[in-house]
């Protein structure tokens, strides 16, 4: 995942850019599978653990948290607003723990890249928080960019953490030749040719930027656009005029400035701009980096006056205010050029002298400045900004600074007494979002705080403040915090804060202010709020809050005694009854029985089961308490402590449990042990308080709760290492709580722990450096420092990483580490430094008694035995009481004959005392504590001559540190009984157990320990080692004893001198071995068993196979401890690996080779490699280039050897051994160096036979991969069909569903258009049926969209009039438009065929939706409908085929480039907005598309936003082939030709709203003269000036829009008495929109002949109609007009006939049974009715034979459907042999074929859909009635 941010000084919010980041990663999380978002859900939940218990503080910044949550994740986690929090130290801990673990948790789930820009502007709490995220050391990669002039305190700490691997990149300015470099480019100049003609131009760049490439490119951009730099067309190059270059940035007095460019040079430049780009930029500086365009919108146009003026130019505004002033313009213009730069300024001098010349366009000049600037025109402003690239767009409306430098510069830009109403403005408007988010609100507040002061109402800043505050403390940002709750501390009202109505909010406010000012150290501050809290609060729990806040204040700053007092005056104020504050024994004696007795008395089950206390007065004083518990427990107080825990306890049982009851049964279970001597009882009082914890307590609770009772009472019932399972609890809930300090404890506890268990000491370093890690890195107390700090040294000291030769500097080492300095710094920052230093000196004891350094040893003991009460039931305090035993014995025997008997008494004492003390733990815990008793009472005896008792005493003290897994103790023991057998001489068992002791030592990871004690028994060692006599048995090799004596010297790989067969191999190189060498060296045994392992390894093909079976052979001949072979795959890894213990092992893939890895080591295996020789190294500890790393310190001292496997001349790999020092012999180098070269072969067969393996699985996968595909392909046509099928289906049902109602409306109108209609109804009842019919075309090619895309739509072609399909869509919608005020005008070029052979409908389709879209995409103005050849796509071949491209062009709301991409896809818009504003479904585009390529053509659209859109198509069609045809067009050509003709000689006036009507007017009268004009005032004097035949006037001609009179037309009409005026009509009816066109004008109101006509015009009917009015001679074939009359469907004959007929009809739709009954009756019949089959079938069979003359039956019927009526009736007529057969036709609105077909096999004789065409209808009729009767 990768993440990318950007600090911005602007805006000091805490965590912005972290808190974007995390985001942004989770963004990508929630963009992944719905699986995998919920695995990393669980992943995340597992990880946290108990601290997702605190997910919601951060979710509650990150909202793309949310969505990965459950419900009850966040469930009751919320606090309330108005709370007071103590625990601020904790939030922030709290805090930077969960954000650490989420971020943990997602570095383990991906790789984490974090890309962070200029962190230098970044704010403290992130800068804190990305410290906490390097010292965690999470595994992500993090990008940091800075200027180094600029890094801060923070950022400085930051760069020299030590944890993070750091590597730096320098981004420096350019030298001078990269500038060169740089202009070469930026000129196109070729840098090897013209670099010389560069140079001039360079030196003055360099010297005004020194190299800076950001000044560099503005410094270029701006000489280009002053046109110093400039392209040179006779050279055809780019070039410069370096005179004025010179002159432009020289000084008024000529000299060159020397001044380098700086941040004024940017103002400047940005001071160029129009002043609306200007206010733009300078708003948007305001704002952010990153800024919403509607945001500055709205601040540039509601800004005052005062605030968009700069200190610049303030002073321009004021004199350029008042027009006509030009002295005061000048000089304020001059003031605004004086302030620009030398540069910039230059050009406006020359510019001045340009345009003194023309005086008058000077003075428009100004007059258009000054109303610009009276303007603000915020689009201008954006316009110019980007223009420039001073901002970026980014998506939506949002847009970011293309440079900060930019930023800064507008900043500038704002006069700086005005900054703080420009912050104002911006807070107030960012108040008004939706969602505020109150960071950014406050930080603009605390910008103009003294302008809020100022407001009267400022209690909802101040909410907005009080809520940041709240946000920021509960994030970890204190000091942000801190100022958010001061400055709303500020906007009180000190006269009415305090008042009843505002007593709360304030108090809140106070309180939580205070109690996070003693944190940021605001220490003044502090006391000044305590002090007005205590003032005017009255309430005991209010100040129970005060009283806690101070202190902790005092505890913080080391004034425990004041603290302590402070907690006292609480318990005083609150009451409490039977409260004792001294410290006496026998006040705690009567609590702790009183307390003893009543849980005696309940017992602890019952105890556990008293629920919580309800008194809130009661929950504060037991809080007080154990407050007062913990101090006193740091303090030493041990009796108060007790006390307090027992009154506590005593509270909690009597009036219920608080949610600190459990940490006080825990205390009082302490108290129980150390007090009362009561281990078991104080234990079930430990184990209660955990209990009780659980129930009552929060995260903290549990966590102290079980820290507490595992550190000090569990080891009374339990061994000592089950504490570390319980740390490890409280250390998970310690730090889910934030709680550090019990976390830290936690971390400590179990460091220790796996001490005193006896862990691998390497292991118990790296848990002890981690938590002192974690210590450090969070700037705990010095005194958790100093008790890990005790564990680590020893752990370095028994290493022997330590000076252990000397006691003073035991814990000094080669690391820098000086005892005694840290101590004495110690000293200075501890309170009570007696406590941590007596647990540091008891651990330090260790070494001190270890290396015999007894004399200091019990110094430091006598010491440390004064402090042991203060670590009570501690551990380490009985290891220290044992060392100083062994001490003071080591002493009395070493000294037995100088020291006199009082010492000795005296010593003895001590020990018995120390015994006294252990023997009171062993009786309580055995286990844990019996066998250091017993190594005493074993050392006691050994000063005596009793040998049986010794020698029992040791071997019990063995026995029990082997029982109970104390390794360290098994060591200790054994060195002290080897050196008591020793000393009384029982040499060969002293060996043995010193032997023993140096190897248990070793395995310990106490290697100093182990060799000082080989030097100080070297001579026993030595002596008693008797294994140099070599046997050999089957199977088995056994070798010399380890080499123990100094390394031999290095030599070179020359053999001059072979070591013998069985001594120690001692030389570094291994040399060549060779067949003569080994027949020489080898006695029989060994070549057997070569032999015998050559045949084992060369038998195993299987790699697995092969490598076990070669690492047993290895261990089994070379008798190491352990060893690897490493073969080379792709690199070098480990393959297999082997020990003694634990046999072979391999790895697939091979384990990486790493330093970090503590099985082999790497660098010897890179040696081998590198080299490819051998090597042997004797002893790895006394060679400085491989004693480092993990494995060293696993390893220690011992002898490797790493061999080359070669084969073919080839390195393979090699193999690597260890064992103890010495161990090898030459005839092991022999033996495995043949065994290399048999292994060299076998692998490299092994691995032919694994490549084959490979290959073949690969080709396997490979195969199902195939076959998977085959199946998914498969599947997936399965899937389409199935899917063809259900849509088919669909389509089908959704066709009945709406052709049925829809047929009625139909038929109702077609009954409507029958009555007796005058003509504007009938009019208007034609275009309703025309639209019902292209309607009904429409449903059915939106059903059968299927068809269309799968190719089986077929063109009807048949004549079509061009010109009437386009009229007839224009009727059809026409009044939408008109609705909308839009004018509609259409034109067909001259050239086009007037009738071509087309698909009419289809046709009809492409333009009404193209018409459709037009007028729901236009607001205003107008559509223009053009036809014309398409010039350019003709047909080649083929005379009669010609392309028309067809036009629709419109002024709507246009279209992108990125909307066009979707344009004519189905089923989509060009943005969600407009589906929800303008309708649709998306798909008739997407249908025109196909329709048009259907017909031959291509469709497109050419638009601009906010201009409108062209929609374009080309159709192919033929030009008429058959005589019919022609003679439909001729006919046509001929009447309009005739009726032009009578018609030619009139004059015409025009006059529309719309050039495009006139143009109209013209392409529908050629060859007439005809004038057209806009307005009515051209109108009237054209009228005024010619006669006009014909008037014809325009819709949307309302003399309301214009100036004139309403009177105008009938003034025209007395003018030309003799005209005729036509008036372009819309037949309104209901609609109500008089004001939109002429209202109707009657013929008395007009002197002249006056027409409606209605639109659309059509030339036809508007020739005719002009011709008729005039009394124009009409030729006889074309008679006039007249009214027409409604067309008879049937002859009367046939309607005679009809009245004697009866027919049946079956439909279950009462409208469309009432539709079909009318028509029928209409036409005479007597028609019987059938609601369904079943009733229809009965009323056949109830009728005599021949009745019913035939039948409609429905298809779809409940019951019984048309096609089981008609089959029942077939059967019926076969039964009873009927000669007559029954007519049937089925009436249905399914349009499928395949219901077609299902009818007419069932019998039915004819097939009609609705809804029912009238002529349809009656041919129908004709067919089965008249021939019936006539049969």
């Known amino acids: 995942y990768v993440a990318t941010t950007k600090y911005d000084s602007r805006h000091k919010v805490p965590y912005s850019c972290i808190l974007r980041s995390l985001s942004q990663i989770l963004q990508q999380i929630l963009s992944e599978s719905e699986e995998e978002i919920h695995a990393f859900y669980n992943h995340l ?147 090897e040719v013209d670099r010389d003609s560069i140079l001039p131009l360079a030196e003055i760049i360099y010297k005004k930027t020194r190299g800076n490439a950001f000044y560099t490119a503005q410094l270029i951009a701006t000489l280009e656009k002053k046109k110093f730099i400039f392209f040179n067309w006779e050279e055809n190059e780019w070039d410069y005029n370096l005179a004025e270059i010179q002159q432009a940035i020289s000084s008024n007095d000529g000299s060159e400035k020397d001044g380098e460019l700086d941040i004024n040079f940017l103002v400047a430049r940005l001071r160029e701009l129009p002043l609306d780009g200007q206010r733009l930029l300078k708003w948007a500086s305001f704002v952010g980096d990153t800024f919403s365009w509607n945001t500055v919108k709205y601040l540039m146009v509601h800004s005052d006056p005062e605030s968009e003026c700069s200190d610049t130019d303030s002073t321009t505004t004021a004199t350029l205010s008042t027009i006509g002033e030009e002295e005061g313009c000048s000089r304020a213009s001059s003031s605004v050029i004086e302030s620009l730069h030398p540069i910039i300024k230059f050009s406006h001098h020359t510019t001045d002298k340009s345009k003194s010349s023309s005086g008058g366009s000077a003075q428009n000049s100004k007059h258009s400045v000054t109303s610009s600037q009276r303007s603000r025109d915020p689009i201008n402003g954006l316009q110019a900004a980007l223009q420039e690239g001073y901002i970026l767009p980014l998506e939506s409306d949002e847009f970011k600074w293309s440079h900060d430098r930019y930023s800064q510069a507008a900043m500038e830009l704002a006069n700086p007494k005005t900054r703080e109403k420009i912050h104002l403005k911006i807070a107030q408007y960012l108040m008004q979002e939706e969602r505020v988010d109150s960071f950014l609100v406050s930080d603009h507040l605390i910008k103009c705080l003294d302008l809020v002061l100022e407001l009267e109402d400022k209690s909802t800043y101040r909410d907005i403040l009080y809520e940041a505050g709240n946000k920021a403390r509960s994030s970890g940002a204190h000091k942000m915090s801190y100022h958010y709750y001061k400055a709303a501390i500020q906007l009180l009202d000190n006269t009415t804060a305090w008042n009843p109505e505002n007593y709360s909010c304030t108090h809140y406010l106070y309180s939580n202010a205070v109690s996070l000012s003693w944190v940021v150290g605001e220490y003044e501050t502090t006391e000044e709020y305590l002090d007005i809290i205590f003032e005017h609060t009255t309430d005991p729990m209010d100040r129970v809050t005060a009283y806690r806040i101070q202190h902790k204040y005092y505890f913080a700053r080391q004034m425990h005694d004041e603290g302590a007092e402070a907690l006292r005056h609480c318990l005083k104020e609150l009451d409490m009854e039977e409260f004792e504050c001294s410290n006496s024994r026998e006040n705690l004696d009567i609590e702790y029985y009183r307390v003893k007795e009543i849980i005696t008395r309940i017992g602890f089950e019952e105890m556990q089961t008293i629920g919580l206390c309800d008194c809130v007065k009661l929950k504060a004083i037991m809080g007080i308490l154990e407050e007062m518990c913990t101090a006193a427990y740091w303090l030493g107080n041990q009796v108060e402590m007790f006390y307090l825990a027992s009154k506590l306890v005593h509270l909690s049982l009597t009036r219920g449990m608080s949610s600190v009851s459990g940490v006080a049964l825990v205390f009082l279970g302490l108290a129980a042990v150390e007090m009362y001597n009561e281990f078991s009882f104080g234990e079930e009082l430990g184990s209660a308080g955990v209990v009780v914890s659980e129930r009552f307590g929060g995260n903290s609770e549990k966590g102290r709760a079980i820290f507490l009772y595992a ?57 002890a450096e981690a938590c002192y890690d974690d210590i450090h890195a969070w700037s705990s107390s010095v005194d958790t420092n100093i008790l890990i700090m005790a564990i680590i040294r020893t752990v370095k000291a028994l290493q022997g990483h330590t000076f252990y030769n000397s006691a003073e500097e035991i814990f000094d080492g080669d690391d820098g580490f000086n005892d005694r300095h840290f101590v004495s710094e110690s000293l200075k920052q501890s309170a009570n430094l007696n406590v941590p230093l007596n647990w540091y000196d008891s651990f330090r004891m260790l070494p001190l008694v270890l290396y015999g350094h007894y004399e200091e040893a019990i110094s430091v003991g006598y010491m440390c035995l004064r402090g042991l009460h203060n670590h009570p039931c501690h551990r380490h305090t009985r290891m220290m009481v044992t060392l100083h035993s062994l001490a003071i014995i080591q002493k009395l025997r070493t000294e037995k004959d100088t020291l006199d008997q009082e010492a000795v008494e005296m010593y003895m004492a001590r020990v018995e005392k120390n015994q006294s003390l252990l023997h009171h733990w062993v009786e309580h815990s055995r286990a844990n504590y019996s066998m250091w008793y017993t190594l005493i009472e074993a050392e006691k005896a050994s000063l005596g001559h009793d040998f049986p008792k010794c020698a029992r005493l040791y071997e019990d003290a063995i026995n029990q540190s082997r029982d109970g897994g104390w390794y360290l103790e098994l ?47 070297g001579s026993l060692l030595s002596e008693y080692d008797d294994d140099r006599i070599e046997t050999h048995e089957v199977g088995i090799q056994t070798d010399p004893f380890p080499f123990l004596g100094p390394q031999g010297t290095w030599s070179t790989s020359s053999m001059a001198n072979v070591n013998a067969i069985n001594e120690p191999y001692i030389s570094e190189t291994i040399p060549p071995v060779t067949t003569e060498q080994t027949l020489l060296t080898l006695d029989i045994l060994d070549m057997a068993s070569i032999l015998k392992s050559s045949q084992v390894i060369s038998s195993e093909v299987k790699f697995d196979s092969l490598l076990k079976s070669m690492m047993s052979i290895i261990l089994e001949n070379s008798g190491a401890d352990c060893g690897a072979i490493i073969v080379k795959e792709e690199k070098y890894g480990m393959c297999a690996y082997g020990s003694q213990q634990d046999g072979a092992m391999t790895f697939d893939p091979p384990r990486q080779l790493s330093e970090d890895d503590s099985l082999v080591s790497s660098r010897i295996i890179h040696h081998t490699i590198n080299t490819g020789e051998s090597i042997f190294i004797h002893n790895v500890e006394q060679d400085a280039r491989f004693a480092i790393g993990p494995w060293y310190e696993h390893s220690g001292n011992k002898s490797v050897i790493c061999m080359p496997i070669i084969h073919k001349s080839a390195l393979v790999g090699c193999l690597i051994i260890e064992g103890s020092s010495g161990i090898f012999t030459q005839r092991h180098i022999t033996v495995l160096s043949l065994l290399c ?86 009019d208007l009842v034609k275009t309703a049926k025309e639209s019902c019919e292209i309607l009904l075309q429409i449903i059915d090619d939106l059903l059968n969209f299927s068809k269309l895309q799968a190719g089986k739509v077929t063109l009807d072609l ?143 659209v050419s638009s601009a936003p906010g201009k409108g859109s062209n929609f374009f198509f080309t159709v192919q069609v033929s030009k008429l082939r058959n ?118 004008i009657s013929s008395q109101k007009l002197d002249c002949k006056a027409v409606r006509i209605a639109v659309p015009l059509r030339r036809t009917k508007l020739i005719r109609t002009i011709a008729e009015m005039l009394e124009k001679k ?117 349009v499928q074929e395949s219901a077609r077909q299902i009818c007419m096999a069932a019998g039915m004789d004819g097939y009609l859909t609705k809804p029912l065409n009238q002529k349809v209808l009656a041919e129908a009729l004709r067919r089965y009635c008249v021939s019936s009767s006539n049969t």
């Not at 899917?1283 to 009625?1304: C, D, K, Q, V, W």
């Not at 060009?1470 to 008739?1484: A, E, I, M, P, Q």
Request: include cysteine; proline fraction near 3%; charge should be negative.
């Open 1358 to 1500: 048949s004549p079509v009039v061009v010109e009437d399909v386009i009229a007839d869509v224009v009727e059809m919608l026409i009044a939408m438009a008109i609705q909308k005020n839009i004018n509609i005008a259409y034109a067909v070029a001259e050239n086009v065929p007037t009738v071509v052979m087309a698909d009419g409908n289809r046709l009809r389709q492409v333009i009404i939706n193209l018409l459709g879209n037009a007028i729901k995409f236009t607001h205003e103005g107008e559509i223009r409908i053009l036809c014309s050849l398409d010039t350019k796509n003709q047909p080649k071949d083929g005379a009669d085929q010609v392309s028309l491209l067809f036009e629709v062009i419109d002024t709507g709301i246009g279209i992108s480039n990125e909307q066009r991409k979707v344009l004519f896809e189905p089923f989509s818009q060009v943005d969600g907005s407009t589906t929800r504003k303008y309708g649709g479904t998306g798909l008739g585009l997407s249908i025109c598309l196909q329709l048009v390529q259907l017909m031959a053509g291509s469709i497109n």
């Open 1523 to 1640: 005589q019919a045809s022609r003679s439909v067009r001729s006919e046509i050509y001929e009447e309009q030709k005739q009726l032009l003709k009578c018609i030619s000689q009139i004059r015409v006036l025009a006059i529309s709203k719309y050039a495009a009507t006139i143009t109209m007017i013209r392409h529908l009268l050629p060859g007439i003269y005809v004038d057209g004009v806009l307005h009515i005032d051209e109108f009237q004097k054209l009228a005024s000036q010619k006669s006009y035949d014909v008037i014809i006037v325009g819709l949307f001609m309302n003399p309301e829009t214009t100036k004139v009179p309403s009177s105008w037309l009938e003034d025209v009409s007395k003018i030309n008495p003799k005209g005729l005026i036509i008036i372009m009509n819309y037949p309104a009816g209901g609609m109500n929109q008089k004001s939109k066109w002429i209202e109707p």
């Open 1237 to 1322: 070269q048999q292994m060299g072969i076998s692998i490299t067969n092994a691995f032919l036979f694994k490549s084959v393996q490979r290959v073949t699985m690969a080709n396997m996968r490979m195969i199902e991969m195939q076959k998977k595909a085959l199946e998914d392909a498969r599947k997936s046509k399965e899937a389409a069909v199935r899917a063809t099928r259900l849509r088919e289906i669909f389509l089908a049902n959704m066709s009945h569903e709406i052709r049925t109602p829809f047929s009625g409306f139909y038929g109702m109108i077609s009954l409507l258009a029958e009555t007796e209609l005058d003509t504007e109804q009938r």
């Open 971 to 1017: 060591c200790i023991c054994h060195e002290y009984a080897g050196a008591f057998y020793e000393s009384v001489g029982m040499k060969n068992v002293a060996y043995g157990l010193i032997k023993k002791t140096v190897s248990l030592y070793v395995h310990h990871g106490s290697y100093g320990k182990a060799h000082q004690l080989s030097v100080k028994f």
């Open 711 to 767: 550190n000090f009472l569990l080891q009374w019932k339990y061994h000592f290492k089950e504490t570390i399972t319980w740390h490890r609890s409280g250390l998970r809930l310690s730090l889910s709580a934030g709680d550090r300090i019990y976390a830290s404890f936690s971390h400590l506890h179990i460091a220790t722990g796996g001490f005193f268990c006896g862990d691998n000491l390497s292991n118990v370093l790296v848990e």
């Open 1674 to 1790: 009409i030729p006889a074939n074309y008679p006039k007009a007249i009214k027409p009359k409604p067309v008879s469907l049937i002859t009367d004959e046939e309607r005679a006939l009809y009245s004697n007929l009866n027919l049946l009809i079956a439909e279950d739709n009462p409208v469309a049974q009432k539709l079909l009954l009318k028509q029928l009756t209409r036409l005479g019949f007597t028609v019987e009715c059938a609601n369904n089959g079943l009733e229809a079938v009965n009323a056949w069979s109830n009728h005599p034979i021949g009745y019913f003359t035939m039948g409609f039956f429905d298809h779809h019927m409940p019951k019984c459907d048309g096609v089981a009526a008609t089959k029942r009736i077939r059967e019926i007529e076969q039964e009873e042999n009927r000669t007559t057969r029954f007519p049937i036709v089925a009436l249905t609105a399914d």
């Open 45 to 191: 939940k597992s990880h946290l653990g108990a601290q997702f218990y605190n997910i919601e503080l951060l979710a509650d910044l990150v909202p793309e948290l949310k969505p990965l949550l459950d419900p009850v994740d966040s469930e009751d986690s919320e606090e309330p607003i108005n709370a007071v929090h103590l625990d601020n130290v904790e939030t922030r801990i709290r805090f930077h723990n969960l954000f650490i673990e989420v971020f943990r948790a997602l570095a383990q789930w991906r790789m984490i890249t974090l890309f962070i820009d200029d962190l230098h502007l970044a704010d403290d709490p992130s800068l804190e928080l990305i410290e906490s995220i390097i010292g965690s050391r999470l595994k992500i990669l993090l990008f940091i960019a800075y200027r180094d002039q600029e890094v801060t305190e923070g950022l400085e700490k930051l760069l020299s953490n030590e944890y993070a691997v750091f590597h730096r990149m320098r981004v420096d300015a350019l030298d001078f030749e990269s500038l060169v470099d740089y202009i070469c480019d930026a000129l196109h100049r070729p840098q």
